[in-house]
């Protein structure tokens, strides 16, 4: 007969949070390889049954890009800080068009889990970071084409390609802290997941991606730099064609904004995640 005491059994205690700063980072990492399989799920799954898959990661943003070449460029003559109005508002397109997208996913991550949640323990913070992360095999993909679209330009980064793993990470901590908070009222209020593509597309107007910021009035530019993706649309900009560098403003305020946000929204999940499998 073995004795429970020699059974190597791993033990999970499961404790309420004490107070508003519990935010028990530590407990993600022995759940790495959960993290990795439900990346892939959700990879495959937006790919299953299509027609071209992976295709239209590069599909959408070319024909966002097309039309505001033919909307904002040849009628409205929109200024491109000299660049080629393509390249101009593709390199914004690709941090917008991997936040929106995983924006989009990462809200509905936890409803559309419910049967996962209501059957078995795993931090639930998993859900909304496997949708971020899994749109960067979308953003890999756009970030390809862009670079042909650069060599058919003639166009050859300068020394500020070197910033753009550092703008690439704040573009998905922008969508993780949003879908924090955006995926916690969802659970409670369906009505969210309905209007969060209109959100969205209101959101993109509001952002420097069919015009640089410089168009923006100089009093009403700190108040636009309080947009979160202002800061990381220039940037990126900047860093993959070496055009003008943008003012410095935007990018520490969209940093500091994107870090309070994380910061309240995975205190504002976990206080709320033992709500989720009754509310679901």
């Known amino acids: 007969m073995i004795s429970e005491t020699k059974l190597n059994i791993p033990i999970i205690r499961i404790e309420p949070a004490r107070g508003w700063v519990s935010l028990k980072l530590g407990e993600i990492w022995p759940y790495r390889e959960l993290l990795y399989f439900l990346v892939w799920r959700d ?3 937006r790919y299953k049954q299509t027609a071209i898959g992976a295709a239209w990661a590069i ?3 070319l024909l966002t890009m097309i039309i505001f070449t033919l909307v904002f460029d ?5 200024p491109s800080n000299g660049l080629p109005y393509p390249i101009f508002s593709f390199a914004a397109l690709l941090p917008w068009t991997y936040f929106s997208k995983a924006l989009n996913q990462s809200i509905l991550s936890v409803v559309s889990n419910a049967n996962l949640i209501t059957k ?3 931090p639930r913070l998993l859900l909304p970071t496997a949708s971020v992360l899994a749109g960067m095999v979308d953003f890999a993909i756009s970030f390809l084409f862009f670079v042909i679209l650069m060599v058919w330009y003639g166009i050859i980064p300068s020394s500020a390609v070197l910033f753009l793993p550092g703008f690439t ?3 998905m901590l922008t969508a993780l802290a949003v879908s924090l908070w955006l995926a916690v009222i969802n659970v409670r209020y369906r009505d969210v997941g309905q209007a ?3 959100v969205v597309q209101l959101w993109m107007f509001a952002s ?4 640089p910021m410089s168009v923006v009035p100089e009093k009403w530019r700190l108040f636009y730099s309080l947009n979160p993706m202002a800061g990381v649309i220039e940037g990126f900009r900047w860093a993959l064609t070496g055009s003008e560098r943008p003012p410095l403003v935007p990018i520490i305020l969209s940093t500091l904004i994107v870090c309070m946000l994380l910061y309240g929204g995975i205190l504002f999940f976990r206080r709320m995640e033992s709500t989720f499998a009754d509310e679901i």
């Open 43 to 45: 990879v495959k799954v």
């Open 120 to 122: 078995v323990y795993f």
């Open 169 to 171: 990470l704040l573009a």
């Open 74 to 78: 040849k009628f409205a003559k929109v």
């Open 208 to 211: 420097p991606v069919a015009y």
């Open 196 to 198: 969060i593509p209109f």
């Open 59 to 61: 599909i959408q943003p």
